[in-house]
C-alpha cells in the first residue's frame, strides 16, 4: 500500500450529478422557480408533482399520523391516568440538547396542566443512559411513573430495578434496540422491529411533542382538564426544532415540517428563554434566523455544561419563565462555553501537531491525550476532519482507556471502516457520519495502523476525494433571485444538504487572509466579468499558494455586508492548472 506524504488537504475529483432537463424544465414551470433552482431540485430527485409541493410548502397538517407508533396510546393512557391522579410525574433525559430540550418540554406541558414534575438529566460522571442510581433517585422521592427522554432502549438493568421498585417506566428514545426490549410500561421508539411508523428518523423531542399532542387530546376528549388550562402545542415547537437540529436528525419528512415551523417561533423571540438565548449568542434583532444560527451559536451554549460536566443549567433555561432570569442563566452558559472553548482550542493545537506529524506515514488522523476532556473530543475530531478533510479521530485518555470520537469526511462511511477494526476496541457504536469508541491505551498504534488501512481501502492515497456537486455554475446565475429561491429548500442539514456548485477557470482579483486564519478572494469570470466574493474558514494554512486562475466547489451564502448580498463559502478551491481543472 502507497504512503501518501502530502500533509495537505486532498484535492477534490468533483462527481458532477446528472440530471433530467425535461424534469427541471417542468419543475422551473409548474412552481416558477429560477432554472438553476428547478435544476438542483431535479439532481436530487425531484420531479414537478404534489412530492415536490409538499417540500417545497413544509405543512403541519403533513405531519405523518401517530397511530402506528408501538406503544403510543399504551403510553397515552397510563399518562393520562397518572395526571388525572395528579401524580408528581418524574421526567428523566439525556445531557445533550435532545435530551435536554426533550425533558424541558414535558416540563412545560406539566406545568401548563398544573401538574409537578421532578426532573433529572444523565451525567458523564455516572454513565451513558439511565442508570440504576437515576432510577433509586425517583424511587427515593416517592414517585410512580417516569418518562425516560433520549435514553432507555438499551438500559435493562435500570429497568428492571424500576420495576422492582414500582416505577411505571414510559421510554421515549430514538436510538438503536433490540429485542428483548427493556422492561417498561410503555417504548416508544421508532426503529423498534415491529413499529409500523413511517418516519424513523425523528429525534426524541420531536417523539415526545408526538405523545405529548395524544395526551393532550385525551385530556381534552375525557374533560380531565379545563380546556382553558390545555397549552397550544403549536408554541413548543421552537424546542422541538432546537433539539432535533442539535441532534443532526434528518431534515426531511417530519422534522423537515417540525424543524421549518419552530424556527419561525425561534424568530419570533416570544420564549423568554429563547430570547435570552439568542441575545447571549449575539445574534442581532434584525438577523434572518436560519438553522446555522441553532446549530452553531445557539446549541453550543446549550451543549456546554453537559460536555463539562452538569446539564441542569440548560434545562433551568429552557424551562424558565422569567426573561431576567433567562438573561441570567444565559450569561452564565456563555461563560462555561467560553471555558470550554478555551479547553476545545488547546485540545485542537496539541491535535494539530500530532496530525501534521502523523501523516508522513498515515492519512486517517487518530490522535489521543492525557487528561483531555472526554466531552470535547467529538468537536476536536470534527474541526480535524473539516481542516485536513479526512476521516479524524480524537481520544481522551485517562490511565489505561481512551474514550473517543470519530468523524467522517466526504462520503466515506466511517461506521463500515471501524467495524473492520473492532478487535483494537473495547466497544464502539454510532452511525455512517460519526462514531463513539473505547480503547485500550496498549492498542493505539495497532488500530491506527489498522484504521488506517482500512480508510485506504475506500479512499485509496488519498489524494482525492470524491466530492458530489450539484452543479457548474456561471458566476453570473448567483443572484439575490436564486439565494431567496434557496431559502424554499431549507432548512439545511442532514440528508437535505446545502447546494454544492462549482466553477471552473476563474481569475483571482485579490486575496486576503482575514485574522491570518480565514482566506477571502474575489473571483471573476474572464466571460461575463461577474465578479463575486469567496471566504474560506480556517483555510488560510492550507490555501496559501493561490494562482491566477482557480477552480471552486462552494457553497452560496447571503451576506448582506458583501456589494452582491451574497458570499461562495469555499468548500475546495485549487489552481486551474491542476489536475481536475
Known sequence: MPVNHQTTSPRPLPLIADHSSQTAYEIETRFQLLPLTARILAVRGFSADEVLEAYLHPRLARLEKPDSLADYEKAITYLAAAVTADE???????????????????????????RKSLTRLAHRDRGYGLTVEDVRFFADAGLRSVIACDVGSTDHEAAEIAHQLGIELVIVDHHHLQ??????????????????FPFPGMASVGLSFYLMAGLRSRLEADCRIPPADLPELKAFLDIVALGTLADVSPLTGNNRILVHHGLRLIAARKRPS?????????????????????????????????????????????????????????????????????????????????????????????????????????????????????????IALRGDIGRGSVRTFGNINIFEVIEKTTGHLISYGGHQGAMGIEIAREQLGDFAKAFDEQLRMVAGTGDELPTAVDAIVPLHELTAQFMNELKLLSPFGNQNPEPVLMCSHLEVVSVRYPKNVHVSVRLRDPVTQTVRQAIGFNMAKSLREIGSIVNIIY????????????????????????KNG
Not at 506529524?357 to 473530543?377: N, Q
Open 88 to 114: 408528581t410525574i418524574g421526567i428523566f433525559g439525556d445531557y445533550d440538547t435532545d435530551g435536554i430540550s426533550s425533558v424541558s418540554l414535558w416540563v412545560l406541558f406539566l406545568r401548563a396542566i398544573k
Open 179 to 196: 429485542q428483548p426490549y427493556p422492561k417498561a410500561h410503555a417504548l416508544i421508539n421508532p426503529l423498534r422491529p415491529d413499529c409500523g
Open 274 to 394: 429563547i430570547r435570552a438565548l439568542c441575545m447571549a449568542a449575539h445574534i442581532d434583532a434584525a438577523e434572518e434566523i436560519t438553522e446555522k444560527h441553532v446549530v452553531f451559536r445557539m446549541t453550543p451554549k446549550l451543549n456546554a455544561p453537559g460536555r463539562m460536566g452538569d446539564a441542569d443549567l440548560s434545562l433551568q433555561l429552557l424551562t424558565a419563565a422569567d426573561y431576567q432570569e433567562s438573561l441570567q442563566i444565559a450569561g452564565e452558559l456563555t461563560r462555561i462555553n467560553e471555558r470550554r472553548q478555551q479547553i476545545q482550542e488547546q485540545m485542537f493545537k496539541e491535535a494539530v501537531v500530532q496530525a501534521e506529524a502523523s501523516m508522513d506515514y498515515r492519512w486517517g488522523i487518530v490522535v489521543s491525550g492525557t487528561d483531555w476532556h472526554p466531552g470535547i473530543v467529538g468537536i476536536v475530531a470534527a474541526k480535524l476532519a473539516e481542516q485536513f478533510k479526512r476521516p479524524a479521530i480524537a
Open 555 to 578: 457553497v452560496p451564502e447571503k451576506n448582506a455586508y458583501n456589494p452582491e448580498g451574497l458570499q461562495l463559502r469555499i468548500l475546495f478551491l485549487w489552481n486551474a492548472e491542476e
